[in-house]
């Protein structure tokens, strides 16, 4: 007797939330930074607050403003002030700290404008100073401080090249370090020799430092070598704006100083934490998994490709857990979270969420008792007010009901229609965070 595919969807939805919930920035900063008087825990680092005459928060990235309230609410009136940088709309109510809201993903002027208050914040501050970075996924886009001789257009222009062109977000963003006078630690050497602390939330598969938000206070083993072999790899020469290719030529003949490496000075007044990432989150919802009754199954937090493919190897064990019960037997919850990518097909309105779950349901189709929900736990997939969908073994038979294809949703890359149709997409509205997306299969 399978459970009632209802059941199955309101328990995936209180799985999801709960995995939302542990990476809740607030939260998460709370949990890292305590203080009972005078002192300050940072990840069993005691800090002495007598010892800072001021204590300043810079950062950048979608969850800033929530990072920037669970500061505020832990430093409360010894934050002096701040700049942070967050995508338009992302914001909390904070006092202390100013929040810029910019453009993302193609940078624009209102960065500019949060970039140059952080870099002067992070100036300013002094020996007796200690100074917060708040970093989360979008930092990049969100902190353009162009090099000497890149206008801002031109880092527009070259922004929308780099994100089409197919390359990593390793790659991308050694770009942006070696286009950039605060990104690959080079803010850190505007904040020496303040104190610094730096508070990661992560929403890159591996979660590396150096990568998420362009590391703009840790070391940054790239160079402009590596920026050369990239603009190969990708054929991107001839299509570079004039500046940009010239500054990195200049680079690569030595002619501009490179990011800081490890080992360098400017690191050693500096304590990075962590507080966030996909696998945190995972690990919650798999603990609410076994508090509803299921057993919980955490595949990976590292899942990469194609998401229309990703969804089959869901819907795959879908039908190896159904048909014989392994690797367990129902009820189960499998987990997974990474970031998929979509090559779109066709001019629709979707996201890779939405994608993934209307794969999945193409592969699931008749089966009873399975649920597959896949979102973005920042609460927007892609270009859509949605978070992701969710999907069942009645699903297709329910869109061909309606005179619906699937096939030809998913080859117009349209998905975000096709379960608006079926009142099947995921809602949260923005969440505050932002690490990665998380996918759960559910067998009753
Ligand atoms: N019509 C579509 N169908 C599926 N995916 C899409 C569609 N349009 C855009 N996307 C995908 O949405 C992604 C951007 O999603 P978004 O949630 O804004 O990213 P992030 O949260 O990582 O910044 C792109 O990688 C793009 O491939
Ligand atoms: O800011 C960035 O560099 C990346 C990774 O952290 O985030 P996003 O893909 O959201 O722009
Ligand atoms: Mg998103």
């Not at 800072?52 to 609410?73: F, S, V």
Request: some cysteine.
């Amino acid at each position: 007797m399978t459970r009632h595919t209802k059941q199955l969807r309101t328990d995936a939805r209180l799985i999801f939330d709960a995995g939302i919930a542990a990476v809740d920035p607030v939260a998460a900063v709370q949990n890292a930074v305590t203080r009972q008087g005078h002192l300050l825990s940072v990840a069993g680092e005691v800090y002495d607050l007598h010892q800072y005459a001021h204590i300043y928060a810079i950062g950048a990235g979608k969850a800033g403003a929530t990072m920037a309230k669970g500061l505020e609410n832990v430093l409360q009136d010894r934050l002096t002030a701040g700049a942070v940088t967050v995508k338009y709309d992302h914001v909390a109510p904070v006092t202390a700290v100013t929040l810029y809201e910019a453009g993302h993903p193609i940078p624009d002027a209102a960065g500019v404008g949060g970039a140059e208050a952080m870099m002067h914040i992070a100036q300013q501050a002094g020996e007796n100073d200690l100074v917060f970075c708040l970093l989360s996924g979008g930092g990049s886009a969100l902190s353009p401080a162009p090099s000497t001789g890149i206008t801002l257009e031109e880092k527009q222009q070259f922004t929308s090249l780099l994100l089409a062109c197919g390359a990593s977000i390793d790659e991308i963003n050694t770009l942006r370090k070696h286009l950039s006078r605060l990104k690959g630690g080079q803010l850190a050497r505007l904040v020496a020799p303040a104190r610094l602390i730096t508070l990661v939330l992560s929403d890159v598969v591996g979660d590396r430092l150096d990568v998420i938000a362009s590391g703009p206070t840790v070391p940054d083993a790239s160079t402009f070598a590596d920026c050369h072999e990239i603009v190969a790899r990708y054929g991107l020469m001839e299509q570079l704006p004039p500046s940009i290719r010239d500054h990195l030529q200049r680079g690569g003949a030595g002619q501009v100083p490179e990011t800081p490496k490890a080992g360098e000075p400017v690191f050693a007044r500096h304590q990075t934490v962590l507080i966030g990432s996909n696998r945190i989150a995972l690990q919650a919802a798999a603990q609410q998994a076994r508090h509803v009754g299921y057993t919980p199954l955490v595949l990976s937090s590292s899942v990469q490709g194609e998401a229309r493919e990703i969804a089959r190897v869901q819907a795959a064990m879908a039908h190896e857990i159904r048909q014989c019960g392994l690797p367990m037997p129902p009820p189960v919850c499998v987990l997974a979270g990474g970031e998929t990518t979509v090559t779109l097909l066709g001019q629709g309105k979707g996201g890779r969420n939405q994608e993934f779950a209307l794969a999945a349901a193409m592969d699931i189709d008749g089966l009873e008792g399975v649920v597959i929900l896949s979102g973005g736990t920042d609460g927007t997939d892609g270009p859509t007010d949605a978070a992701g969908a969710v999907a069942d073994g009645e699903t297709v038979s329910r869109a061909q009901a309606l005179g619906l294809s699937p096939k030809d949703f998913i080859q117009r890359s349209d998905s975000y229609h096709f379960f608006t149709a079926l009142d099947d997409l995921l809602f949260t509205g923005p969440t505050g965070t932002n690490v990665m997306d998380m996918y759960l299969l559910l067998v009753g």
